[in-house]
């Protein structure tokens, strides 16, 4: 439903006739459209497992966690995504919602593994790692809504290689000086 209508017309009204069930029932289950819409998405995308997985190098937890049901190869459809991007800079509720349940258990499991990694020393000091973790979803979003490429688990191992185990290496840029 959602990616038919879109984040803005779609209501609890709606969910509730087509599910055959009172608002009433939704709302126990739910406290307002954002998080059903999150928890849907979520239930849809999978949830990563809360135990970071332990293969014992960078390269290995990468594609355990973001690969297969709970990657970034599973599919949502892009209409859904596309409706919650532009709904998340305009709906306070939704952004709240979305980083509560669906970012942040995302990003927890990502800095879990890479300070493991930092640990190992498969990440050199002084890499920014929010930075480097947000490569892979950055470059999986740009493939999939922009370009319209499908991405699967071929494509993120390619992205892990060629992108982000190499800047889990670089060293630090000399910072600029102001020109005077």
């Known amino acids: 439903m959602l990616a038919e209508v879109g984040y803005d017309r779609f209501t609890m009204d709606t969910v509730a006739m ?12 739910w406290h307002n459209k954002a998080a059903l819409v999150v928890d849907a998405v979520s239930r849809a ?34 209409s859904v995504m596309c409706g919650l991007m532009t709904a998340l800079h305009t709906d306070d509720e939704l952004k709240a919602a979305f980083h509560e349940g669906f970012l942040g258990p995302r990003q927890a499991m990502a800095r879990k593994i ?39 688990d071929a494509f993120v191992a390619r992205v892990i290689d060629t992108v982000v185990l190499p800047a889990c290496q670089a060293s630090q840029p000399t910072r600029l000086q102001p020109r005077s």
């Not at 087509?18 to 289950?29: D, G, N, Q, V, W």
């Not at 497992?49 to 599919?75: F, H, K, Q, V, Y």
């Open 114 to 152: 890479f300070e493991a990694a930092r640990a190992r020393g498969e990440v050199v000091s002084g890499v920014d790692l929010d930075l480097v973790m947000s490569l892979l979803p950055a470059i999986c979003v740009q493939q999939e809504l922009f370009l319209s490429r499908s991405v699967d």
């Open 18 to 29: 087509e599910a055959r069930a009172s608002k009433a029932t939704l709302y126990r289950r």
């Open 45 to 78: 995308k999978g949830m990563p497992n809360p135990d970071a997985p332990s293969t014992g190098s960078l390269r290995g937890d990468l594609l355990a966690t973001w690969c297969g049901r709970e990657g970034w190869s599973a599919s949502v459809p892009m």
